[in-house]
T-cell receptor, first 110, second 116 residues
Framework: EDQVTQSPEALRLQEGESSSLNCSYT??????LFWYRQDPGKGPEFLFT???AGEEKEKERLKATLTKKESFLHITAPKPEDSATYLC???????????FGTGTSLTVIP | DADVTQTPRNRITKTGKRIMLECSQT?????MYWYRQDPGLGLRLIYY???????NKGEISDGYSVSRQAQAKFSLSLESAIPNQTALYFC???????????????FGPGTRLTVL
């Protein structure tokens, strides 16, 4: 069964303390892996698309990487405004459905 | 203006009532989706549509129905609402039928539905 698992469930960082979030996936064929940011009570906001092992994407303090079985979202020198839930999703090769992880809730303390 | 809009944003209703949630998009995408989000369960797919004549069940379609009135409009109905349908509902869009690559999804702001 296709599955997406994110870890940790929650992460508290001091401002400036870098860390990584993990997304592991099992799909029969990967069309794409996506990272989203979600603020409380709001819709997920698209961050990155990855589809090839070894690929990396960057945006401000965030960098996403992809291997054959997992993806990492690296957060460098985070700020309080980076506090949010980060969601990972995969699209299987047929393209018909997306599978979401339950997210990592990140809190950055000033 | 937002690319994906949802109405209403909040709704409180009673058990047994019929409810319709509406979604409109200006992104020109063919593919549209309805999800619900519950604490600890993440986003779960209810229905999806790849064009006006195409409707497909997702993971949790029981108790729900949909209508694709136009390329830009996709509505979700709860024929007889029950309390365990209390959740945050999201509409999303993702690209066109001829797209071959990955299809990132773009989400609306959500509808918070409470069924008493």
């Amino acid at each position: 069964e296709d599955q997406v698992t994110q870890s940790p469930e929650a992460l508290r960082l001091q401002e400036g303390e870098s860390s990584s979030l993990n997304c592991s996936y099992t799909v029969s064929g990967l069309r794409g892996l996506f990272w989203y940011r979600q603020d409380p009570g709001k819709g997920p906001e698209f961050l990155f698309t990855l589809y090839s092992a070894g690929e990396e994407k960057e945006k401000e303090r965030l960098k996403a990487t992809l291997t054959k079985k997992e993806s990492f979202l690296h957060i460098t020198a985070p700020k309080p405004e980076d506090s949010a839930t980060y969601l990972c999703a995969v699209q299987e090769w047929s393209g018909n459905q997306f599978y979401f992880g339950t997210g990592t809730s990140l809190t950055v303390i000033p | 203006d937002a690319d994906v809009t949802q109405t209403p944003r909040n709704r409180i209703t009673k058990t047994g009532k019929r409810i319709m949630l509406e979604c409109s998009q200006t992104k020109g995408h063919d593919r549209m989706y309805w999800y619900r989000q519950d604490p600890g369960l993440g986003l779960r797919l209810i229905y999806y549509s790849f064009d006006v004549k195409d409707i497909n069940k997702g993971e949790i379609s029981d108790g729900y129905s949909v209508s694709r009135q136009a390329q830009a409009k996709f509505s979700l109905s709860l024929e007889s609402a029950i309390p365990n349908q209390t959740a945050l509902y999201f509409c999303a869009t993702s690209g066109n039928l001829r797209d071959r690559g990955p299809h990132e999804q773009f989400f609306g702001p959500g509808t918070r539905l409470t069924v008493l």
